[in-house]
């Protein structure tokens, strides 16, 4: 029997006891573009599960949202998809938007608004390759998870353009808060454990992380010492005052730029990265080009009692409706959100699928220099599961 479905299994056992008889309901809102057809694939591959491995059964609530919906109804995320979601969904897998890279009046982000209104304050992207292309020219295998801090920083978006005299500026405010730091720091702590906990079920092939898990905490103090000052001694006082992560976890400190520099000449150093808002935003951003494309990463947008799956990648109006966009980061976020909601062992057979999928390398979508169609990829990951 494969390793990783002894793996599967044997998880799938441990969590029968809590899980079996129960539902998960999974609000789907595809949004624009690629959204509608990368969302739909991923509720796909969920419904291939075997029921050995996924114990709950499993319901869809499909719901509105995006740039498009905006421009028909004057609304991007209305108030009853909303609703559904706080009280029908256990979780949700949100497809892409279309922003519109011009100010147009009465529009605001709809996934901005869902992470504010849901409470979701980190954002979670977890970066894996076996061969990560690295800026020296070598392979590298990388297991990296980076969070992001979802609610402040400059993304407060309080924003003034004044004039004077030498003509006109603009002043931007970030805001950077103990309460928001702290609790984003011990996600981090939280989340190194769990993976290390995911690792230990797996064999030593299949681990590409060893020895204990690592966060890193990413700042620029040296230059922001109010802000930046605050948010480092603020997720530092988080570790040093649990000794759970202290005797657990080791944690070092980098500055974004020499973070950047280290991610794309020896990105294996990287275990869980947690950093503030905006230069988490670029660095897992960046990060997405070590493993080929952004149609392979996927992301969560992760609260205290709410989960949303997000693939990175945007709505790419020039692919949207051609059976070409490549689905894996959206399956994987789907992944993201079973094991954010308790069903370990099915997120690890769906990573496991993808993963086969990818070294095999027969089925591949144009932007990883194949010609398969999205269908494709999507009947291959149900085939492995």
């Not at 922003?99 to 979701?120: C, E, F, N, T």
């Not at 400059?154 to 950077?176: P, T, V």
């Not at 399956?331 to 057979?349: C, H, K, Q």
Request: aromatic share 6%; net charge neutral; with cysteine.
């Amino acid at each position: 029997m494969h390793s990783a479905l002894r793996t599967a299994q044997a998880v799938a056992r441990r969590n029968l006891a809590t899980t079996s008889g129960k539902t998960l309901t999974v609000g789907l809102i595809p949004a624009d573009g690629i959204g509608r057809e990368v969302i739909p694939a991923a509720r796909q591959v969920l419904e291939a599960l075997p029921s050995d491995i996924m114990p709950a059964r499993l319901r869809f609530e499909n719901l509105n949202a995006g740039f498009e919906y905006f421009q028909k109804h004057g609304v991007a995320l209305p108030e009853e998809t909303l609703v559904a979601l706080k009280s029908e969904c256990d979780g949700a897998l949100f497809g892409a938007v279309s922003s519109p890279s011009h100010k147009v009046a009465g529009y605001s982000s709809p996934i901005v608004g869902l992470r504010k209104q849901m409470d979701l304050y980190a954002n979670v992207r977890p970066v894996i390759s076996s061969e990560a292309s690295t800026a020296s020219g070598k392979k590298r295998a990388i297991d990296m998870l980076i969070i992001r801090e979802n609610t402040e920083c400059l993304y407060i978006k309080d924003e003034k353009q004044y004039e004077d005299a030498g003509g006109k500026y603009a002043i931007a405010k970030r805001r950077i808060s103990e309460h928001a730091s702290q609790r984003i720091g011990d996600m981090a702590f939280s989340m190194a454990l769990q993976r290390d906990g995911m690792r230990q079920l797996a064999t030593a092939a299949e681990r590409t992380w060893s020895g204990r898990p690592k966060v890193t905490i990413v700042h620029k103090s040296n230059v922001l010492s109010v802000t930046d000052g605050l948010w480092r001694e603020t997720v530092r006082g988080v570790y040093e005052g649990n000794e759970k992560y202290r005797s657990r976890v080791d944690v070092e400190e980098q500055l974004v730029d020499s973070m950047v520099y280290r991610m794309f000449r020896e990105p294996e150093a990287f275990d869980v990265v947690v950093a503030p808002n905006m230069y988490g935003d670029i660095i897992s951003d960046g990060a997405a080009a070590l493993v080929g494309s952004l149609g392979l990463v996927p992301s969560a947008n992760v609260g205290d009692n709410f989960v949303v799956g997000e693939p990175v990648h945007g709505s790419a109006p020039d692919i949207a409706g051609k059976n070409i966009a490549n689905p894996i980061a959206a399956i994987r976020s789907a992944a993201m959100l079973l094991e954010r909601t308790g069903y370990d062992a099915a997120a690890l057979a769906i990573y496991r699928a993808v993963d086969r999928v990818l070294a095999d390398g027969t089925i591949r979508t144009p932007d990883l220099g194949g010609s398969s169609t999205t269908t494709e990829v999507v009947d291959a990951v149900c085939k492995q599961l």
